[in-house]
Each structure stands twice: as structure tokens, then as C-alpha cells.
């Protein structure tokens, strides 16, 4: 039992260039988020997806898109980065109803 | 949408010392948790508490969710307790996690 996992760790990309972050959950979890932390800052909510299928935006949802093709996985996509988006990206998952959230140990994203 | 404040943004202590962080939010909630992210920035699960009151050795937690506020109470503080401390909450009829502002805890040993 992983938990919640994310890919990759750390990237470094060059402005303009496009990547997906994965996370992936092995706890049938139905609700999951993206987060995204700058520094000295807290997190702030940029797409979640309460099931497969679906998906919803969050405070800062531009230049971002996300999937939820199958339940465990909710990847997000970058398509045109910028240096705006250096941060740190954490994922998060929660079952049904009122209960607590799992996160994942978040990604390094630098955009040069 | 609903607002998360945390006081006090930041918190220097003597090793040993007790401290009380607070969050407050404008909205009835119907999750609420606390973390501490610790220096390597990984975020920790505290407590997950709703309502009521919970303890975990030196750390407890006590939220009144009529009054819209939440407590994390540290004592006998130690080196280890330094980082930053967040309550996230969620929304009646939303599914939404929003996280407070943080308070930043460094202990001196």
C-alpha cells in the first residue's frame, strides 16, 4: 500500500514546453486534488476531481488542465510552461463524505 | 468562497515551551485537518478533527465548529516541532480543500 504517489520528483523545463504530472492512489480513493505551493506561501487549489470522469477548477486553475481516465490516476498537464509556474505541485486524495486527505510527497517543478 | 486564517503567521519558542495556533474560517466546514509541513517541505497528517477535541502526546487539537474556529496546542515544544502548520478545511456542500494561510514555527533549542 503506496499511498499517494507522485511522478516525477523534481523537472526542470525550458519556457514553452509542455509535461504531465502524474498521481497515482491505491486507496479506491473517489476525490482527488492539485495543489501548488510557492515559496514562503500555502497551498493553493488548482483542479480537483470528485470521480472518474470528472473534473473541476479550483482558485488557480489557468494554464492547467487535468484528466481522471481511470479512478486511481489524475494527472495534470502543463501545455505551454511558464516561469510563473515554478512551484511545488502536491497531489491529494480523500474517500466519499466527510473524511481526511492523503497527500502525496509533492514535485519540484522549475520553469526556466 | 470561504477564508482560512491562521494567527500567528509566525512563532519563535524556547525549547520546552507551550504554544497554541489557531485557525479561523468563515464558513460552516464539515472536514477539517491540521499539518505540519516540516523543513523538507513533506506535509505531515495531525489530526483530522471536525469537531471536538483530540490528543497525540504533546500535540492536541480542539475545534468548535459552531464558532468556526480550531486550536492545535503544542507543548514541551522540541527542535523536531519546526516548520510550518496548516489547517484545511472543507465546505459544507462543496468538495473543495482549502488550506489557511499557515503559521511558521521555528523552535530554538
Known amino acids: 500500500n503506496a499511498g499517494v504517489t507522485q511522478t516525477p520528483k523534481f523537472r526542470v523545463l525550458k519556457t514553452g514546453q509542455s509535461m504531465t504530472l502524474l498521481c497515482a492512489q491505491d486507496?479506491?480513493?473517489?476525490?482527488m486534488y492539485w495543489y501548488r505551493q510557492d515559496p514562503g506561501m500555502g497551498l493553493r487549489l488548482i483542479h480537483y476531481s470528485v470521480g472518474e470522469g470528472t473534473t473541476a477548477k479550483g482558485e488557480v486553475p489557468d494554464g492547467y488542465n487535468v484528466s481522471r481516465l481511470k479512478k486511481q490516476n489524475f494527472l495534470l498537464g502543463l501545455e505551454s510552461a511558464a516561469p510563473s509556474q515554478t512551484s511545488v505541485y502536491f497531489c491529494a486524495s480523500r474517500l466519499v463524505g466527510d473524511t481526511e486527505a492523503f497527500f502525496g510527497q509533492g514535485t519540484r517543478l522549475t520553469v526556466v | 468562497g470561504i477564508q482560512v486564517e491562521q494567527s500567528p503567521p509566525d512563532l519563535i519558542l524556547q525549547e520546552g515551551a507551550n504554544s497554541t495556533l489557531r485557525c479561523n474560517f468563515s464558513d460552516s466546514v464539515n472536514n477539517l485537518q491540521w499539518f505540519h509541513q516540516n523543513p523538507w517541505g513533506q506535509l505531515i497528517n495531525l489530526f483530522y478533527i471536525p469537531s471536538g477535541t483530540k490528543q497525540n502526546g504533546r500535540l492536541s487539537a480542539t475545534t468548535v465548529a459552531t464558532e468556526r474556529y480550531s486550536l492545535l496546542y503544542i507543548s514541551s515544544s522540541q527542535t523536531t516541532d519546526s516548520g510550518v502548520y496548516f489547517c484545511?478545511?472543507?465546505?459544507?456542500?462543496?468538495?473543495?480543500?482549502?488550506f489557511g494561510t499557515g503559521t511558521r514555527l521555528k523552535v530554538l533549542a
Open positions: 486507496m479506491n480513493h473517489e476525490y
Open positions: 484545511a478545511v472543507c465546505t459544507s456542500g462543496t468538495y473543495k480543500y482549502i
